[in-house]
């Protein structure tokens, strides 16, 4: 971590010998109608074999602008509901039998 203002702002950068480097800054405000607050992310990364492994890391969506949407997203819903909410249908319940 190279700047922590707690509540406000978070900037990093990966540590010598990180497999992937980068850097980034997270930034916290208040929602200026009283509604929460905004939340803004900036990454910046060399991808592993250059252009070829940024190609590759946006086909299998696993570049870094997809997956902290994918988390952001997420991190939301956990601080507003309490929960992560999931695509899967539950496990149906057996049907009783009908008898005529």
Request: glycine residues 8%; without cysteine; charged residues 35%.
């Amino acid at each position: 971590i190279t700047e922590d203002r707690p509540g406000e702002y978070i900037a990093w950068r990966a540590a010598e010998g990180s497999d992937i480097d980068h850097d980034g800054w997270i930034e916290f405000r208040d929602n200026p109608f009283g509604r929460g607050t905004e939340v803004r992310l900036f990454i910046s990364y060399d991808p592993p074999a250059g252009a070829i492994g940024k190609v590759v890391a946006k086909v299998m969506q696993r570049e870094p602008r997809v997956q902290a949407r994918r988390e952001l997203r997420r991190f939301k819903q956990l601080m507003e509901t309490g929960e992560i909410s999931t695509s899967k249908a539950p496990d149906a319940a057996p049907r009783a039998s009908r008898h005529l």
